[in-house]
């Protein structure tokens, strides 16, 4: 068992921990008194009179009472009001708040059915694995010590003979639980893998349908979920077989030890009312060996479920916060690159990141003064995109510096600087929310001093005010799960204005208009061109005609800069410009 691992679980619900130990009192409460229990009750065999027989049957019961009533009222009340419902809460925030602190670039190389099944297995287990633990089988193992204990006081023999057995069957379950360790976390890693095809055949449903691919599909998922469930009834079945066998052995043993006592009764060394307490006491101590030995199985599936999860937990930012963020009094928005070369990492299968050699940027430099237009072109895979997420802080240069306004990138504070950007790719992404709440989404807490003429301001210069007006419910108006209810132009457009009512000091398009017919290119164009005014503006295009009108043109080619310089003079002097022009990648 990873003994590490497990103490930092616990950690995990550190805040819960004075709950866990009321339940836990109320367990060892609920223990005493059901060791006493068969010991009073016992003593009613033995008792002189019949008054003495009832006052021990009537004491005996009302701790049987207790027991089962009002401890076990209170526990499922605490655990109620205090656990059950607060853990999961308090799981949720950890997770989403550490996958909140990683860098856009560690999202973006993750699979996001896989982190889905990851958080949502590990909470689970995690909860489940640290009550089963304290509510089960420490009382367990508390149980069988102090039974042990009494009998081995009040007979050394049969005592003895319960330590003997108890040791045998505990070393062999051990040893079986860790014989199939390797092959119960090969089944837990089947199930990730089967859940991240799933959830990838989820996610592309209507692909599925409109390919036709539905038989395909189905066979695929269920061949998957086949394979998982055989390898898993392989590996349960022969456990449980030799599971019986240890069992059968521990219940003959079982009755080997009434025989000791029935035999030492016979011969008068006991009470008949202390055989009776005897024998509840072996199998109260015997049962919870058999539970121990059930629940190590379990707490080491769970292990396995939850390492995963306590991995990602464990993660480290990639883009880590600096110990004294700086807020620049004035921004203004110059970015400079200074010999910043860039590699992402490589995945191998288990999604575990390994060096790679090859630069998607090489020594990168440029100065882009605050409030110039700049235009960046270049084949596809040259870099661009790559460029403007090292301005954003996606993730870190591998070497070299990013500066902005002269600042270490890494050394400003990222909130107040991402509150200073504002970005439209091609992609758009949107939540299912009013057209209103999409535009305001990066604004804080000063979205609701936005005036009404402010947001209409921003739609003008975005062209897609007409658009909102004519809806039914203008701003109000919905717009679907990822947008569905809006088309790609005004898509487009709505991010334009989500990025401008945050006056951003720096605004960055990466494709916006790629995805565009010409009429809704021409009217993004227009916004693009409306919007830059008075800001550092850096626009990725592939045509030409949406940066000819740039102060200056970065040419990018094979992760490296090309040249720099405005359009008429790149086109007198730079080939892979011309080229571009001749290729149509930009054309005119
Ligand atoms: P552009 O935007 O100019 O088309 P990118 O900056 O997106 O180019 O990509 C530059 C290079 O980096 C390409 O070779 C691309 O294959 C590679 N690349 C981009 N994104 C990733 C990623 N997430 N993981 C690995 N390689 C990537
Ligand atoms: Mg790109």
Redo the contacts with the bound molecule.
């Keep these: 068992m990873n003994k590490k691992l497990l103490i930092k679980l616990f950690r995990y619900l550190r805040p819960y921990w004075k709950h866990f130990g009321v339940v836990l009192g109320l367990i060892f409460a609920s223990q005493a008194f059901g060791l006493l229990a068969p010991y009073l009750f016992a003593k009613m065999f033995d008792a002189k009179t019949f008054g003495d027989a009832m006052i021990y049957v009537i004491a005996s019961f009302l701790l049987w009472f207790i027991v089962a009533t009002v401890i076990s009222t209170m526990r499922s009340y605490w655990e109620t009001k205090h656990i059950v419902f607060d853990t999961d809460i308090h799981l949720n925030h950890t997770s989403l708040k550490k996958l909140l602190g990683l860098s856009i670039g560690q999202h ?2 993750q699979h996001s059915g896989v982190k889905q099944h990851v958080i949502t297995q590990g909470q689970n287990s995690i909860d489940q694995l640290v009550q089963m633990i304290l509510f089960d089988v420490a009382p367990s193992v508390i149980q069988t010590v102090t039974t042990i204990i009494l009998v081995l006081v009040v007979s050394p023999v049969v005592g003895a003979w319960i330590t003997a057995i108890t040791a045998v069957f505990m070393y062999f379950s051990i040893k079986r639980n860790y014989k199939y360790k390797p092959k119960i976390l090969t089944w837990l890693d089947k199930n990730k893998d089967q859940s991240k095809m799933v959830s990838e055949v989820y996610r592309n449903v209507p692909l599925v349908i409109l390919e036709a691919q539905e038989e395909k599909s189905l066979n695929q998922v269920d061949a998957s979920i086949r394979e998982t469930a055989q390898f898993g009834k392989n590996v349960w079945i022969p456990f449980i077989k030799e599971s019986a066998l240890l069992r059968i052995i521990l219940g003959i043993a079982r009755f080997g030890g009434i025989g000791i006592a029935m035999y030492l009764t016979f011969n008068g060394q006991f009470s008949k009312g202390m055989l009776f307490a005897f024998v509840s006491w072996i199998q109260q101590a015997l049962g919870n060996v058999e539970n121990i030995a059930q629940q190590q199985r379990r707490i080491m599936i769970m292990l396995g479920k939850t390492k995963k999860y306590h991995d990602l937990l464990e993660m480290e930012s990639d883009v880590p916060t600096p110990a004294y963020p700086i807020q620049p009094q004035d921004f203004k928005g110059k970015v400079e690159f200074k010999n910043v070369s860039y590699a ?2 490589r995945r191998n299968a288990e999604n575990e990141p390994k060096p790679n050699d090859l630069n ?1 940027l090489s020594s990168v430099s440029f100065i882009i003064a605050a409030g110039e237009k700049i235009g960046i072109v ?10 403007v ?1 090292l301005i954003r802080r996606s993730f870190d240069p591998k070497s070299g510096n990013v500066y902005i306004d002269d600042i270490p990138l890494t050394n400003l504070d990222l909130h107040y600087f991402r509150s200073n950007l504002g970005n439209v790719e091609q992609d758009i992404a949107v939540f299912d929310l009013s057209i209103r709440d999409n535009i305001l989404y990066g604004m804080n807490g000063r979205a609701k001093y936005v005036t009404a003429n402010e947001l209409k301001k921003v739609a003008q210069i975005a062209s897609i005010e007409h658009f909102i007006e004519n809806l039914e419910n203008g701003f109000d108006t919905m717009v679907g799960e990822k947008g569905v209810k809006l088309s790609g132009g005004e898509r487009q457009r709505i991010a334009i204005a989500r990025a401008l009512i945050k006056e951003p000091k720096i605004l960055i398009f ?1 494709e916006a208009t790629s995805a565009l017919d010409a009429y809704n290119e021409k009217l993004v164009h227009d916004a693009m061109n409306e919007a830059s005014v008075g800001r550092t503006t850096i626009i ?1 295009a592939h045509r030409l005609s949406t940066v000819i009108d740039a102060d200056r043109i970065i040419v ?1 080619k094979k ?1 490296m800069v090309d040249d720099i310089g405005t359009h008429f003079e790149l086109q007198a002097r730079c080939a892979e410009y011309q080229k571009l022009i001749k290729n149509q990648v930009v054309s005119i």
């Design positions: 973006r190389n992402y990492p998607s270049g084949e596809s895979g040259s870099g661009k995109s790559t460029l997420n990466d990725i990018m992760g």
